[in-house]
């Protein structure tokens, strides 16, 4: 069963959180302290700064890589169908996006009777959920399996590879031979994957924590091992609302 990463102690959801819940304690403090009056007479001296020492100085994360300064949008010119729909999906939960992508592409076929190129759809996976669209070689380099609890149904261990995107058979083959809730499958029926790329930036430094490599490496080396088809734009959550302006209703999938 796939979980969010978020149940790990340094998860980018859990530091976003604890960020914000600093910043909101310093304006609590602000707000609440009592305000200077006119009839004052007497100012009392200002403290004395605490030099920092190693008991009370928090450390401070890296920065995360630099985000490229162009981005592909193209995918956008895609969404010309009569019936248009983006999933948005910040959690894996076993890969519950993929599911609807399939259920939505069959429901137009079902009640209209027409094929795939009548429906545009678009998965964005972003925060917990863009691991889905990293290849094999990261899932095994990186252990992405343990770091999302993604276990193999048989053996109950964690997974070494990106058993989202395509399902093999008993020789290790992609089965190919009829539709599949992967991305594999669903890409080639016209589904455009888009991920989010501050999502990225931010497995890179926990990979990079993890294996004690530069942030910036291991960015790039994730945007340049994407399953085939997919892309990343500065966050998940620009890229469903560029799709929903393109005319795509929406939907939470996760």
């Given at each position: 069963m796939s979980h969010?990463?978020?149940?790990?102690?340094?998860?980018?959801?859990?530091?976003?959180i604890g960020?914000?819940a600093?910043g909101a304690?310093?304006?609590a403090a602000?707000?609440?302290?009592p305000?200077?009056?006119?009839?004052?007479?007497?100012?009392a001296?200002a403290?004395?700064?605490?030099p920092?020492?190693a008991?009370n100085?928090?450390?401070?994360?890296?920065?995360?890589?630099?985000?490229?300064?162009t981005?592909d949008?193209?995918w956008?010119?895609r969404?010309?169908?009569k019936h248009?729909?983006?999933?948005d999906?910040?959690?894996?939960e076993?890969?519950?996006a993929l599911?609807?992508?399939?259920?939505y592409?069959q429901?137009?076929?079902d009640?209209?009777?027409t094929?795939?190129?009548?429906?545009s759809?678009?998965?964005?996976l972003r925060?917990a959920a863009?691991?889905?669209?990293?290849n094999?070689?990261?899932?095994?380099k990186?252990?992405?399996?343990?770091a999302?609890?993604?276990?193999?149904?048989?053996t109950?261990a964690?997974?070494t590879r990106?058993?989202?995107y395509?399902r093999?058979?008993?020789?290790?083959k992609?089965?190919?031979?009829?539709?599949?809730?992967?991305?594999?499958?669903l890409?080639n029926?016209g589904v455009?994957?888009v991920?989010?790329d501050?999502a990225?930036?931010?497995?890179?430094?926990?990979?990079?924590d993890a294996t004690?490599?530069?942030?910036?490496?291991?960015?790039?080396e994730?945007?340049?091992?994407?399953?085939?088809?997919?892309?990343l734009l500065?966050?998940?959550?620009?890229?469903?609302?560029?799709?929903?302006?393109?005319?795509?209703s929406?939907?939470?999938?996760?």
């Amino acid at each position: 069963m796939s979980h969010s990463p978020d149940s790990s102690p340094s998860s980018p959801r859990r530091q976003f959180i604890g960020e914000l819940a600093a910043g909101a304690a310093a304006l609590a403090a602000v707000a609440c302290a009592p305000a200077a009056t006119a009839s004052s007479t007497t100012q009392a001296p200002a403290p004395t700064p605490t030099p920092p020492t190693a008991a009370n100085t928090a450390p401070t994360a890296p920065p995360l890589p630099i985000p490229p300064q162009t981005w592909d949008v193209s995918w956008t010119n895609r969404i010309t169908a009569k019936h248009k729909v983006v999933f948005d999906s910040p959690e894996i939960e076993e890969g519950t996006a993929l599911y609807h992508a399939v259920s939505y592409l069959q429901s137009v076929k079902d009640v209209f009777g027409t094929g795939d190129s009548d429906a545009s759809v678009v998965v964005i996976l972003r925060h917990a959920a863009v691991p889905l669209l990293y290849n094999d070689a990261m899932w095994e380099k990186y252990n992405i399996g343990t770091a999302t609890k993604t276990l193999d149904q048989k053996t109950k261990a964690p997974v070494t590879r990106n058993i989202y995107y395509q399902r093999l058979d008993a020789q290790g083959k992609p089965i190919e031979d009829r539709p599949t809730p992967t991305i594999r499958s669903l890409t080639n029926r016209g589904v455009i994957f888009v991920g989010c790329d501050l999502a990225t930036r931010g497995f890179a430094r926990r990979f990079g924590d993890a294996t004690k490599q530069e942030m910036r490496d291991v960015y790039a080396e994730l945007k340049a091992n994407l399953v085939p088809g997919a892309s990343l734009l500065t966050t998940g959550v620009f890229a469903m609302l560029l799709a929903q302006e393109a005319g795509c209703s929406f939907m939470k999938a996760t």
